[in-house]
């Protein structure tokens, strides 16, 4: 052997012994803890310094991506798998982390039909209470069905045998809105009263005939037109007319016609003391000239009916929560259902018109009747509410904050008057 070969054979041997050197240095490389989700095993073998192809072969992570999303390399090809998923790991801080809340939905509008009652005692068929009904308005155009003017009696409010709310069951938990019932001990004063409007008027003799000429210059007139056959013979009537007229006022009111002299002598004097600053009548120069003033021929006139109003005023004291919730539901709905309601049509945001508020049935009864005795009212609008929450004169409350007595008080006002029709159309109690 050569040289040179003896020296390559030594460099040989002496490059396996130093990497069995290094080889016996370097720590065994093997599989650290094991971790269920593939994603953090992946992560834990590589940081303990194993590489993708020695995990692979050793099944310390999965070759091909688990339903869990977790990654790896295929053992066949040495090919990278897509990256995993990332998994959220549940932890014992993460539990203790509040959870963001859902989105709260948009609160619907309170109301609902039903009944309201205060006190909460059982109604028998003698108990006595007032009952309260509400009801949507109807314009008069409605009521009628199509004139504007509704007419009387359109206001009368109709029978009503309901029996539910007169036992404490089945009672509304929320206020009630647009209509529902509300049941009420009868007030502590009850009365009622009707009135109607009058007037005096004045008319002299002067003027009274003059009315009359006046009357039967237009009758005739009038009636020549109706019978004229063209234009020229109905202007011819007219004048015609008016001439027999002012005759026979002449002929027969010689007295009269003297007398209406003095009283434009002294209109006309007043009239031209006003332009200088004088303030005299008529009467007062004729009273001060001749001691004496034209008859004014006084009268009461009726000037029309009037609307009645009623005033109530009620106590509560809960005695209970379930009384205290149904007085706070009947002072909201009274309140709620007086005020006036915005229209769905808006111009840049704001309602353009109001709608009026819900109107009030009200009903004296007894049992499941109506009151054999006292009056009935027609549909009511309620014009007030007061409520008093110190009603024995100091502030106390239960311990859920309620109120320990209230006083609330109401004014109703009839939306049409009393008409003598309706007398006739029902003859129970006093009527209205």
Do not use: W
Request: glycine fraction near 10%.
């Amino acid at each position: 052997m050569s040289a040179s070969a003896q020296r390559r054979k030594k460099r040989e041997a002496a490059a396996r012994r130093r990497a069995a050197a290094t080889a016996a240095a370097q720590p065994e490389k093997t599989l650290a803890t094991f971790r269920v989700n593939a994603g953090e095993n992946r992560a834990l073998q590589v940081q303990n310094g194993l590489s993708a192809v020695d995990l692979a072969r050793s099944g310390g992570e999965a070759s091909t991506a688990d339903l869990r999303g977790g990654g790896g390399i295929d053992p066949n090809t040495g090919v990278k798998l897509p990256p995993p998923k990332p998994t959220p790991v549940s932890s014992s801080d993460d539990k203790a982390k509040p959870k963001p809340e859902a989105a709260k939905a948009k609160p619907v509008a309170q109301g609902e039909p039903g009944v309201l009652r205060y006190p909460m005692e059982a109604l028998s068929d003698t108990t006595d209470y007032l009952q309260i009904d509400i009801v949507q308005y109807k314009s008069a155009k409605e009521v009628s069905g199509g004139s504007l003017a509704a007419g009387p009696g359109s206001r009368n409010i109709g029978e009503s045998t309901a029996r539910k709310g007169l036992t404490a069951k089945g009672l509304a938990t929320k206020r009630l809105k647009d209509r529902g019932t509300i049941i009420l001990q009868m007030p502590s004063q009850i009365q009622d009263g009707s009135s109607v409007r009058y007037g005096e008027s004045e008319m002299n003799s002067v003027v009274g005939a003059a009315a009359g000429t006046v009357m039967k210059v237009m009758t005739d007139a009038g009636s020549a037109i109706g019978k004229a056959k063209d234009l020229g013979t109905a202007v011819q009537g007219s004048l015609t007319a008016t001439q027999n007229a002012l005759g026979d006022l002449a002929k027969d009111n010689k007295g009269l016609l003297d007398a209406g002299k003095k009283y434009l002598t002294s209109s006309l004097t007043a009239s031209a003391l006003g332009a200088l600053g004088g303030n005299v009548s008529a009467a007062e120069l004729l009273a001060r000239s001749e001691g004496q003033i034209f008859n004014p021929n006084m009268e009461l006139l009726f000037n029309g009916p009037t609307l009645r109003s009623f005033r109530f005023s009620f106590k509560f004291t809960p005695r209970n929560a379930k009384e205290a919730e149904q007085v706070k539901l009947i002072i909201r709905t009274f309140k709620s259902n007086m005020a006036p309601k915005v229209g769905t049509e808006t111009l840049s945001g704001n309602a353009i018109f109001i709608k009026t508020p819900n109107i009030f049935e009200l009903r004296y009864r007894r049992g499941i009747q109506n009151h054999p005795f006292l009056h009935k009212f027609k549909q009511c609008f309620l014009t007030d509410v007061s409520v008093n929450y110190t009603g024995e004169g100091v502030y106390a409350t239960y311990d859920d904050s309620t109120p320990i007595s209230m006083q609330m008080d109401l004014s109703f006002k009839e939306i049409e008057p009393i008409y003598d029709q309706d007398y006739q159309d029902s003859d129970v109690g006093v009527g209205f």
